[in-house]
């Protein structure tokens, strides 16, 4: 079994590798994909996701994890894989919003977001964008954060969040499960309970949480 990871927006590969070093050593062989969404456009960042998925799943099964925007990016890649190509084993969406972003839509018209985020930041903010993507055709598991930073104002009304996104931000009646953990955001990839929630789903398959 192979795990590739895709991090999210504004981080590196480097954010995932707590994680990966935990599955590795369970005999998981894993990889990273990175991008610059200050530089490249969303359906570039795709199409250069669908090359690398297509080279993993040539190597035996495989599953996908995107933190954040790599979640969003995954889902758009496995959409429009060539037929040829095997899907994943699962999907993992760490953090992920399955609708536009309210965080998004509350920054897409500034200047500093929109030149660090580019079309990635725009289309997280987008209604449009983010409903157009399809329910993914593989078994998908919703990792969410609810351990939530000390805004003021409040931008989630007080609705359980992970400092990032709101929990009904990340939720979908289409998800085969969704098991909700005590973390922020921008730590979820290097967290040990996600690794082991990874874990538990590859072994023993599906389970409604």
Known sequence: MQVLFVHGMGRSPVSGWPMLRQLKRRGIAVGTFGYVTARVDFDAIKQRLQSRLACVARQGDYAVVGHSLGGVLLRA??????????????????????HASRLARKFQRRFAYRLLTGDCGQFLASDERMTALPPPRVPTTAII??????????????EP????????????????????????????????????????????GPARS
């Not at 890649?77 to 399955?98: I, Q």
């Not at 953990?181 to 309970?193: D, E, G, K, Q, Y």
């Open 145 to 158: 954060g609810t351990r939530g930073l000390p805004w003021k104002p409040d931008p989630f009304c007080g």
């Open 77 to 98: 890649a496995l959409a429009e894989l060539p037929p040829a190509v095997p899907l994943p084993k699962r999907l993992f969406l760490l953090a992920t919003p399955v």
């Open 161 to 204: 969040n992970d400092g990032v996104v709101a929990v009904s931000e990340t939720c979908a009646d289409w998800l085969t499960d969704r098991v909700r953990i005590p973390a922020v955001h921008t730590l979820m990839p290097a967290s040990r309970i996600v690794a082991e929630i990874i874990l538990h789903r590859l072994s023993r």
